[in-house]
């Protein structure tokens, strides 16, 4: 048995999960996400406990039941409470502005990047524009645009600077050493 497949999902209050066949609808206060389980997977509502099974024990069931139970957590985590992901500009005159559904980077370039945010993603900056706080209540998708900020300009090797996540530790080399 999958250790993290067989644990049981608690449903938060105010959350209500419809199941339709292979498609999963889970609705709350921050809004809405729909997933469709694959087939091999059965998924089984008691009062607000949801849990998923199996049929069989092939290597592709097993793999597909903890990550159909880690996908279904997650939905319902994110429109109870929602995620966060904060990410932090690190150089001399790296900053971003956030208007409206975009955000324009300066970072070094002749130009300024500008980001468009897909739907359900917002974006907030301190005071100072080197702390960006993504939000969403999609896990998957905030991930992929957090990713996709820090491609703009990852941190150099040598001196650190690009974009981070907050709270990573980036290992800096040494550089060139004197010659004699």
Partial sequence: MSRVGK????????????????AVAVKGAKGELSWSV?????LV????????????????E???HGLTRSLLSSMCEGVSKG????????????????KDDK???AMGYSHPVI?????????????????????????QLLG????????????DAYKGKGIRYANESIKLKPGKTGTK
């Fill in 7 to 22: 644990k049981p999902i608690e449903i938060p209050g105010g959350v209500t999960v419809t199941i339709n066949g292979s």
């Fill in 38 to 42: 694959p087939d091999l997977m059965k």
């Fill in 45 to 60: 509502i008691n009062g607000n406990i949801l849990t998923v099974e199996r049929a069989g024990d092939t290597k592709n």
């Fill in 62 to 64: 097993r793999s597909l």
């Fill in 83 to 98: 995620f966060t992901r904060d990410m932090e500009l690190v150089g001399v005159g790296y900053r971003a502005q956030v």
């Fill in 103 to 105: 955000i324009e980077f």
């Fill in 115 to 139: 980001f468009q945010l897909p739907k359900g993603i917002t974006a907030e900056v301190d005071k100072k524009q080197t702390k960006l706080t993504l939000r969403g209540i999609d896990k």
């Fill in 144 to 155: 992929q645009m957090a990713a996709n900020i820090r491609g703009i300009r990852p941190p």
